[in-house]
């Protein structure tokens, strides 16, 4: 690193540095000023245009807002950008690194983090940091059973539900893993999840998990090798008791979320599932999808977490991108990512903790009409640890993904 | 500059150690020298070594001196020495009159002048109002005619002719013929005509000799 | 078809005038000055040399160093991490498989095409289809061919309900088979258009025409005296672009992704999946993977050569039997007419799905068209495709720009110098092309860390498209290049022009046909490149290829249909212009109309 370089780079450290604690409005201000004009490559999954729209959006309001642009670089997998940020530092470079956002949490969280790839703690000195529901949705501080410490801010909140057609469906849908697999085993061909290790379909096996496991309590602790075969053995042999009656007798799986809710569209599937409660209205809104869609969570609850963004510790413009994270926050953002129109995506704030006007723009939102209200979501299992989703995704690529 | 014709003193052209012509000889202002031989005994060569085109591979001693101008080391656009092929050879890509500009001196003037040289060597040569023809449209004979011009225009101090009416029907060939010599003698070049063809020597009516310098 | 080959004047570039094709030059050479002055210009077939062989050398080194453990001292864990995953040979099985059999058959459609149809007019048709066809880039083929074949795709809504019943998509295995077949299709849709090019290019140095004939004239049927008398002779010329479609069939990853097998994938997909890992472990054992994968090329080919020995000792040994075969005439003709259709209208089908899709509002199966057509997808992704448009073509006028640059000063070297290439720089121009890209851009990869500015990363991803561009802008131009009659040039200089305005005013103008055609194929290679501008843009970069053979996973038919489309305009416009330039601007000169498509 030459003198300039260096001096540069201590100049930002002594900014940012006081942010780790609760930000003073002098910093706030400091870090607004070097912001201003920056360009903030966002690396976010790109498959999904509404989400890509949406993005979009919130770079409109940066740059109206703070001169901020938004550079979303859209990736197949997040990994992509977390191998990135990894070659870099292996390749020493410390500052003016190519990444300076990620969307991203669970297994590429913990990755990251272990490795010191993250700039932070920065989430709890972000000015709209007092409006995140920190104690009535646990999991926008504890991702994948791993603190966040700060080193990642949340900007939205998911939950497993389950989608169907009430037109083509002729009883009720199947609220417990059992009925779900006897449905699956009277309706052959009708059911799939994604092929592990994409993100969704891990986390129906880890939902399976919690049904199947006598004490599904371990799922909060690393994975213990002594008991892993005993409490996983019901896993896979309820997978392979669904699997010939699944979408094309499991010998193909489709890739992610959006390819499972293709094939729902399409009629190739009765009964899917997503890791968005609204997303079901969201597409009926959008003409994708049917209005007689609807959706359901299984008696026991399901798996829900938290969206976020982090700051990998070389990036360019870190100033912007604490301010896009800030501004993610902001209740007239989360409005919008919660209209079923646009995201339909849950709130990271606490209703209680915002002005009459800011709740206001929450309460006057539609739900839509596939989408549950927050009673009959039912309670939110959390995600198990990041070692159990790590693990089960490799047995399943060995037991069943390399099917010959 | 004198004009004392154009000078081959000793030139011999080799390919491999073996020679493929020779040739000691002087040839005077409007005189035609024929080098007559058949196909593949070195005629174009000869040709290739005086206008400074010859392939890798080839050897070439002697002189080549064009007025008092030993040209030999100089490279084919500064030697002066203007060449007809049997084929015409017209640039597709241009007008008729754009072919003669091709030839024509830079300092010639400016465009108007330009095209009113052009414009005059068309009509001297029964050519008038085919300057903005394409050349693609030209008759065998107008084409050999526009080519000539094209050459002349670029002010050549000698002249070589490749086979240059071969290609012509016979009745043709004795008029681009009478045509092509008149021009030459009148612009008092020093010819150099290679051809298999006893009616082109008998035309030129002067020195006919071998490739290898031999007189015929 | 090696990665985004496009069009060659039918007419086509003799692929072997780069080998010494003295004896056809004319009598005349090159005007020349007897002692050339020290000149840059000599040194561009260095440089084009090291151009193609420097990065691919570079960048086979810094794959197998790490995969044996060179650079960390891990020594052959990589390969023991490889091994211990359960997919390996299955992965190897299906990249063989894959690659062999589409090549394979790829190639025997071609012959049979060229034996069965040559000098007829459905032939002609043929010709004129090429270019378009070849246009396609190839994510945008597989999507296509993805919409069409697919359960819930085209065909299936076509036969819907009333020939099938089916009122839901059939619950059966065509995409993504574990067998490889779709994509077996989909590179035989896309390679056959490439040889029937190739092949094109090399017939006129082959006599085919005498050759029939002599045959026809003896009692031999037209196809089996094709195989007799033309192939030997054919095969020869074909034979590189041959290697060059059977090592792209090997080790595709874009269409592969979309049309092949994920459980497991072929072996570069799951290759590039591991380099796209956050772990270290991973990228190591993509490493020893891109080793295994070179390895199974090598092989393949080596297996391939082989077997042409013992094809050619057949041959000859057949050939003294005397059989004529003149009853396989009609049925082969046949035959190469229906498959030859069904390949153009795959193609063509995939596109207009594509193109259908991108306008669709609702589309419920077994619906055979849309219940409105709507421009929301569009107007929604415009800014999108405007920005990845832009970033597509910017990278693909430089690449194309920077080669045709190259090339020409290197063909322009040739010709002033009179040098004569070998028969091995024919293999050197291939070199980027034989060479799977997988296993040498990952060992690239790492230039891109050292490339900030975004302005720098399109730079860097336009030089390694120029790998790839730059030899097909060569067997593009060379052909037409080398065949332009060199007496022109002595003619010029012998008028007083400098061999600067030889070029300038005859040379190129004379060649515009040509070069508009190698430019459009430049501009098509490079906006097919998917992975050099995914593995050296870093994900900075994004294209319409890859964007979408990003959203291919997500399944989202309208948008893949809009970037599939986009992906596929720009060559073709290209192509028409290619073609519609010269004719406009050489309205009135029937002499250069002969020399354009």
């Not at chain 3, 302005?455 to 336009?462: E, R, Y």
Request: with cysteine; net charge neutral.
């Amino acid at each position: 690193m030459n003198r300039r370089e260096f001096g540069q780079v201590s100049v930002s450290a002594m900014v940012l540095g006081l942010l780790g604690g609760k930000a003073l409005a002098g910093d706030w201000q400091a870090v607004l000023a070097e912001a201003a004009g920056q360009t903030v490559y966002w690396h976010a999954w790109g498959g999904d245009t509404k989400i890509n729209d949406f993005i979009a959006w919130v770079g409109a309001e940066a740059k109206a807002r703070h001169g901020v642009m938004i550079e979303h670089v859209k990736l197949a997998s997040t990994a992509d950008a977390v191998a990135r940020v990894l070659a870099e530092q292996e390749a020493g470079l410390t500052s003016g690194g190519a990444v300076d956002m990620i969307w991203i949490n669970g297994e590429n969280f913990a990755a990251m983090k272990s490795q010191g790839l993250l700039h932070g703690p920065f989430a709890d000195g972000l000015p709209n940091w007092p409006l995140v529901d920190v104690v009535g949705k646990p999991a926008v501080v504890t991702d994948f059973t791993l603190p966040t410490e700060a080193y990642e801010s949340p900007w939205a909140m998911a939950q497993l539900v389950f989608e169907y057609d009430s037109a083509r469906l002729a009883a009720a849908p199947p609220k417990t893993l059992v009925a779900l697999v006897d449905w699956i085993k009277a309706n052959p061909g009708r059911f799939t999840y994604p092929q592990p290790p994409d993100y969704l379909g891990t986390t129906f096996l880890k939902q399976a998990l919690y049904g199947v496991m006598a004490n599904p309590s371990v799922l909060q602790s690393p994975v213990s090798e002594a008991s892993y075969a005993t409490d996983t053995a019901p896993l896979w042999a309820m997978l392979d008791d669904i699997h010939p009656s699944l979408w094309r007798k499991a010998a193909a799986f489709p890739a992610n979320e959006p390819a499972l809710g293709q094939l729902l569209a399409d009629g190739e599937t009765d009964i899917s599932f997503a890791f968005n409660p609204g997303r079901a209205s969201a597409e009926i809104a959008a003409g994708n999808l049917p209005d007689t869609m609807r959706t359901f969570v299984l008696d026991g609850g399901t798996i829900g977490n938290a969206s976020f963004v982090a700051i990998p510790f070389n990036a360019a413009h870190r100033a912007g991108a604490l301010v896009v994270a800030n501004l993610l926050l902001d209740p007239a953002v989360q409005a919008r990512a919660q209209d079923p129109g646009v995201l339909g995506f849950q709130t990271v704030l606490n209703m209680a903790a915002l002005g009459p006007q800011d709740r206001a723009r929450f309460n006057g939102l539609a739900l839509g009409v596939a989408t549950l209200s927050p009673a009959d979501l039912g309670p939110v299992l959390l995600e198990p640890h990041a070692s159990w989703m790590e693990r089960i995704a490799a047995d399943w690529t060995a037991r069943y993904g390399v099917a010959q | 500059m004198t004009q004392t014709g154009l000078d081959l003193r000793d030139l011999r052209v080799t390919h491999l150690g073996t020679q493929i012509a020779a040739l000691n000889t002087r040839i005077a202002p409007a005189e035609v020298l024929v080098v007559m031989g058949p196909s593949g005994s070195g005629k174009s060569t000869l040709l290739s070594a005086i206008i400074g085109s010859l392939p890798a591979g080839f050897g070439v001693s002697g002189q080549i001196v064009l007025n008092g101008r030993d040209v030999s080391h100089l490279p084919t656009a500064r030697r002066r020495i203007g060449i007809l092929f049997q084929d015409d050879v017209l640039f597709a890509h241009l007008s008729v009159g754009q072919n003669l500009g091709f030839g024509l001196p830079a300092d010639a003037g400016n465009k108007a002048q330009r095209r009113e040289i052009i414009d005059q060597a068309l009509a001297d040569a029964d050519l008038a109002g085919f300057a903005n023809r394409d050349p693609a449209t030209l008759s065998g004979g107008q084409r050999a005619r526009a080519a000539l011009l094209r050459t002349l225009l670029a002010q050549p101090a000698a002249l070589l002719l490749d086979e240059p009416f071969s290609r012509l029907d016979l009745g043709l060939r004795h008029h681009i013929r009478q045509f092509v010599l008149d021009r030459a003698r009148s612009h008092r070049l020093p010819v150099i005509l290679v051809t298999h063809d006893p009616g082109d020597a008998e035309a030129a009516g002067g020195r006919i000799i071998g490739p290898d310098g031999s007189a015929l | 078809m090696p990665a985004g080959w496009s069009a060659l004047p039918p007419t086509g570039p003799p692929v072997t005038a780069w080998r010494n094709d003295q004896g056809r030059r004319p009598k005349v050479m090159p005007a020349r000055a007897p002692r050339p002055r020290f000149s840059l210009l000599r040194f561009a077939p260095h440089l084009t040399v090291a151009l193609l062989i420097v990065p691919v050398l570079a960048g086979l080194a810094g794959t197998i160093l790490p995969a044996f453990g060179l650079t960390n001292g891990e020594g052959a864990a990589a390969f023991r991490a490889l091994a211990d995953w359960p997919g390996l040979w299955r992965a190897v099985h299906l990249s063989v498989i894959t690659g062999a059999v589409s090549t394979l058959v790829s190639l025997g459609i071609t012959l049979g095409i060229v034996a069965a149809l040559l000098g007829s007019r459905v032939f002609g048709v043929i010709q004129h289809l090429l270019s378009p066809l070849l246009a396609v880039p190839h994510a945008a083929a597989a999507l296509g061919l993805a919409f069409l074949i697919a359960p819930s795709g085209w065909v299936a809504r076509a036969l819907s309900p009333w020939a099938t019943g089916w009122q839901n998509p059939p619950d059966l295995l065509i995409l993504n088979d574990p067998g490889g077949w779709a994509l077996i299709v989909g590179l035989i849709a896309k390679e056959v258009p490439f040889l029937l090019l190739m092949t094109l290019a090399a017939l006129p140095q082959t006599d085919a025409t005498r050759r029939l004939m002599s045959a026809t004239s003896l009692g031999y049927g037209r196809v089996w005296g094709f195989v007799l008398t033309v192939l030997p002779g054919l095969y020869r010329q074909l034979r590189l672009p041959v290697y060059a479609v059977l090592t792209y069939a090997m080790t595709t990853v874009d269409m592969a992704a979309i049309l092949g097998p994920s459980l497991p994938p072929t072996l570069s997909v799951q290759i590039t999946q591991w380099m796209m890992e956050p772990s270290l472990t991973m990228r190591s054992t993509a490493a020893a993977g891109a080793v295994v994968q070179l390895l199974a090329v090598v092989g393949v080919l080596l297996a391939w050569h082989g077997t042409e020995r013992v094809a050619k000792a057949a041959l000859i040994a057949v050939a003294g039997r005397g059989w004529r075969m003149a009853g396989a005439d009609a049925p082969a003709r046949l035959t190469a007419i229906a498959v030859g259709s069904v390949l153009a209208g795959l193609l063509f089908a995939g596109l207009a799905g594509l193109a259908l899709w991108s306008v669709a509002g609702l589309w419920p199966f077994p619906d055979a068209l849309p219940h409105q057509i709507s421009l929301q997808t569009w107007a929604r992704a415009a800014p999108d495709l405007a920005a990845t448009g832009g970033a597509t073509l910017a990278i693909a006028a430089l690449a194309t720009a920077l080669s045709l640059i190259i090339v020409l000063a290197c063909l322009e070297a040739e010709h002033r110098f009179d040098l004569h290439p070998k028969a091995r720089a024919l293999w050197l121009l291939y070199v980027p092309l034989l060479v799977p890209q997988i296993a040498f851009l990952p060992g690239l990869q790492m230039l891109n860390l050292w490339i900030a500015a975004p302005g720098l990363a399109l730079w860097a991803v336009a030089l390694a498209h120029v790998v790839f561009v730059l030899p097909y802008v060569f067997l593009s131009l060379g052909g037409p290049y080398r065949q332009w009659d060199a007496r022109q040039a002595l003619i010029g200089a012998a008028l007083g022009a400098s061999p600067a305005r030889v070029f300038w005013c005859l040379r190129l103008p004379m060649l515009m046909p040509a070069v508009l055609t190698a430019t459009a194929l430049g501009l098509s290679v490079s906006v097919a490149q998917y992975l050099p501008t995914l593995l050296i843009g870093g994900g900075r970069i994004e294209t319409l290829t890859t964007q979408a053979v990003a959203l291919s996973s997500g399944g989202n038919r309208r948008i893949i249909g809009a970037y599939g489309l986009l992906q596929m305009l720009g060559p073709a416009a290209g192509f028409a212009l290619a073609i519609a330039l010269p004719r406009l601007i050489y309205a009135n000169r029937r002499g250069m109309r002969q020399a354009s498509l």
